[in-house]
């Protein structure tokens, strides 16, 4: 089971061009396979529990008078003997031979069998899949003008979801359930010495994601409780012992079009990936995320450290650590991701099987366990932003009170998780910056709160870049006259306001129409932000996002990118375009300067939008001054941050006894480390990011 594989029979379909009109149309489901609402029991279904109280309320009087009736019938049976007791829905009649009444086992999902290889093993997995001829069509409204329409078409199942409150997931059950005979791998209840295993993916693509909820029966038909799990991955689920069947549910925890395509159901056991015996170079590497096929831009940048590692001998075990999360395991571009609770990063640490813990993004509840283990082995912190920035470093973000006051809160508690972290002179903890500004500005929030970085136990690492992937071919002038902006959407923090007013500015100019754009990204503010430029016929616009090899392609084609900011610790896209020899333009915020120079692009100032359409007339004009910046910005990124430059240095610092190789606060970087986008930040009201 690969992730986000597709069958060969099932192309990619393009969605409609506007959700509300699709929405609005009035087209019934074909009625073959019917839906039903995510019902209670499922965890994370947030309206089921409510729906459950409903329903169990509405019942009691009815089973009241069924009891009445039957005492009643009871009390008269000696004089009426043709009347026997009635027995109550579901339960067998008393001395009856037949429970005629008795729930009627629950039909099984039409499965098909697959086969599908695995990239770097020497095995296929072998399964059962519901394709989307088996999967259901669904209408549904919610609160607040939410609304769920599900279709088959294409040869797969288009789902259009729009939520009514932020956090609203709408989702529907598979009707049926799976005998776990058929799909679970291990001994029947766990004799063999490991807990039997269900492989399961949901395969699909599109903005507004997917999410597949595996939920248990055991031989009495009771509901044992799940989990749901992110499309596109493929999870390995211990089966609750007493279980016999499992039940499906899919859903879409965003907005937008998604198309699923199959569910699929393997056999198969964890396998025994832990070594025996402690290695030096064999780390733990724990992220807050790790890239999935339906977000690539999220944590990419650790991604491509634990690629490169591995390619230079370091053996990297990667976990993603939740409270209360089951143990699963799943794939990503030949990656294995190790996702669970605390208790189970408990019992790695305590194998005492690692040289070394790298972590990336420090929260309070992982922090709660590495807490125990600072004086045990060596643990270097990659600190990124969010998890350390105090309120007054989201300003942008914060649109009212309530906002206000949870930034504040939040301050509170990450100030106090810090505070514990830097009181320990005697840890084996150190820290790591991408860059000498973000380290800088680190240490003067710190001050406001009595607090200081550990002199001697920290170091500046820039993020390096994949250079050989985002090649540089020598521009043509004309290039300057191709402009591209691939960015997220999600936040203000990413300035694409600023982009679009720049190009709106141009509008004006006579030259105007020999320019072409193309805007790639999606989030809440894609409609907002360009809604002012549609019509033009000289932009173009992608809602999408893109793998990695997909950008360096379209890089080759394009000789500018915006890059508008209002904070970057470093700007890992910049620098993957500037090493393509396109020539950025962007803000002199944050460490954008220290990063980009006038040399190689330009530097608007902040929330300067009409400094982003300077830049550009400049350029149209002086084509000499785009070739010059173009041939600059390539040199420069292969000089200071090229993979084969910084990672043997990145792995000697990991190496290396604590305070050697460390620079200290406001020193010279130490290294340069690997590429792989910007850092996401968890969400907070509204569906912002937050520190």
Known sequence: MVSGTQPDSLAEMSFPPDLAAYLAADDAPSGSVSAAPVRPGWQGARVGSLVGRVVRLARRPVLGVLRRARRVLGRLAGRLPLVRRLPLPGRAASGSAVASTQAKPPALVPLEPFTQAVPGAPRADTGWQVTPAGLPEADQTGQNGARLKVRRRDGGLLWAVRPGAPGQKMGVEIPGVVALDRVAGGAASGTDGQARRVYAELAGHGPAGGELAVTWLDAAGQVIPGSWYAWNQRHAIAVPPAATHLRLALRAPGEGFAQFTAVRLARG??????PETTSPDRVLLISDDYP???DLYKFGFVHTRVKAYQARGLQVDVMVMRPGWAKAERTFQGVTVWQGSDEWLRDLLDSGRYGHVLVHFLKPYLWEVLRAFTHRVPITLWVHGSDIQPWWRHKHLIDGPDKQAWYEQHTERLMAMWR??????????????VSKAFEGEVSADLAQFGLALPEGRTAVIHNAIDTDLFEYREK???QRKRILMIRTF???????????????ELVSEPWFGELEFLLVGDGALWEEDTAGLQGLANVTFRRDFLTHPQIAELQLEYGVMLQPTRWDSQGVSRDEAMSSGLVVISNRVAAVPEFLSEAEGYLAEPDDAHGIAEAM????????LFEAKSRAAAARVRRELALDVVIPQEIALIRAPLGEGDAGPGGEPVAAAVPGGEPAAPAVPDGEPAA
């Open 617 to 624: 007339r400049e350029l149209y004009g002086r084509p000499d």
């Open 269 to 274: 056991a964890v396998p025994a990936a832990l």
């Open 292 to 294: 999935d096929e339906g």
């Open 490 to 504: 999600k936040t203000r923090k990413y300035g694409t306001d600023l982009a679009a007013a720049a190009i709106g």
């Open 420 to 433: 514990e972290v830097l009181s320990d002179a005697a840890s084996q903890v150190r820290f790591v910056f």
């Open 476 to 478: 043509d002038p004309e």
